[in-house]
Each structure stands twice: as C-alpha cells, then as structure tokens.
C-alpha cells in the first residue's frame, strides 16, 4: 500500500472516531446533561455537519459502511428530536443510554483502528 493510500485510512478513521465521539456528546446532553461537556447545541450540530461533509467521499467507495453510519445517525437524531418533546424525553432518555452503549463500543474499535493504522 502507498503512503497516501495508508495517510487515507488513517483520516478516515480519525474522521469516524470524532463522528462517534460528538454522537456520543450528542447522546448524553440527553441523557446527562450535568455530565456532558457544555458545548453549545448549534456548535455540536455544525461539528456533525463538517465530519459528514468530510466522510461524504470517502464513504462513497463503501455503501456498507455509508450505510451504518448513517443508521447510527438518524437514530441519534430521533432521539435528540423526542428528548424535545415532555411526552417522549423519558423513552429518548433511556433509548440515549441505550444508544450510547453502541458508540462507545463502536468509538472504541474505531480508536484502536487509528493506532493500528499510524504504526504502518
């Protein structure tokens, strides 16, 4: 593999692993809002939009992969959409713990990717 084809992997997964990291900011200003870093909420939507405008080439080449993350984000963004709403923030609020649970485990396989990939 050539150096810029192994910088490419490299970025991607840095790219995938700050996507999971402000999902996972996301879900706890639901869940816990004390706990969550104070970032403000149109800051946080406007970093998930730059990761997607970045990750939008590179997951082109893999509908697979296209295709998970952007479950993964239409579930957090039904979920930031319900915590609104009195009626449903108390099933947005466990379906955030719940979620959760799948980034970290998820931001944790993309983390250990990124150290792989810088030792090539």
């Known amino acids: 593999m050539t150096d810029d084809g192994k910088t490419a992997m490299l970025n991607a997964a840095i790219e995938i692993g700050k996507f999971y990291a402000f999902l996972a900011q996301a879900l706890r200003t639901v869940f816990d809002p004390k706990l969550a870093a104070q970032l403000p909420e149109a800051l946080l939507d406007s970093q998930l939009d730059q ?5 939008a080439p590179i ?3 893999n509908q697979v992969v296209k295709k998970n993350l952007e479950k993964i984000d239409r579930e957090v963004a039904r979920i930031r959409e319900a915590a609104q709403d009195d009626a449903t923030r108390e099933r947005a609020v466990r379906d955030a713990q719940q979620v959760a649970i799948e980034v970290a485990d998820r931001a944790v396989t993309v983390s250990d990717l990124v150290g792989l990939f810088r030792r090539l």
Do not use: C, G, T, V
């Open 51 to 55: 990761i997607r405008a970045a990750l």
């Open 59 to 61: 997951l082109e080449k």
